[in-house]
């Protein structure tokens, strides 16, 4: 669906030819509105849907949870890595047992 807006445009969507094609689109000025409805010669199975079904929530949920999840497990193995060369290179860290010293020069 050919639907499109800038950052900048204050709410105002560009709606393609692909997407009005299936609808007969009027436009409301003196209320400011825009209404669709579906066009006769629309393919089957082109439909308007005021709210989400069921299952759109649920994988639109489920794609949110596994998104977080697999950030929290990258920023984890990054933290881990930079520790481990941290620890190579002799520097202390936080709750780990190696120190730096420097040595003393007689």
Same mark, same amino acid.
């Given at each position: 669906?050919?639907?499109? $807006? =800038? %950052? %900048?445009?204050?709410?105002?969507?560009?709606?393609? %030819? =692909?997407?009005?094609?299936?609808? /007969? =689109?009027?436009? %409301?000025?003196?209320?400011?509105?825009?209404?669709?409805?579906?066009?006769?010669? #629309?393919? #089957?199975? /082109?439909?308007?849907?005021?709210?989400?079904?069921?299952?759109?929530?649920?994988?639109? *949920?489920?794609? $949110?949870?596994? $998104?977080? *999840?697999?950030? /929290?497990?990258?920023?984890?193995? @990054? @933290?881990?890595?930079?520790?481990?060369?941290?620890?190579?290179?002799?520097?202390?860290?936080?709750?780990?047992?190696? =120190?730096?010293? $420097?040595?003393?020069?007689?």
């Amino acid at each position: 669906m050919a639907v499109s $807006s =800038t %950052d %900048d445009s204050g709410g105002v969507y560009i709606l393609g %030819d =692909t997407f009005l094609r299936n609808f /007969v =689109t009027t436009f %409301d000025f003196e209320n400011n509105q825009m209404r669709l409805t579906i066009n006769k010669n #629309a393919p #089957a199975g /082109v439909i308007i849907e005021y709210k989400m079904g069921g299952w759109k929530i649920f994988g639109i *949920i489920a794609g $949110s949870l596994l $998104s977080c *999840i697999l950030v /929290v497990w990258i920023v984890c193995c @990054c @933290c881990k890595k930079r520790k481990k060369n941290r620890l190579a290179m002799g520097y202390a860290t936080i709750g780990g047992g190696a =120190t730096h010293h $420097s040595e003393e020069i007689s």
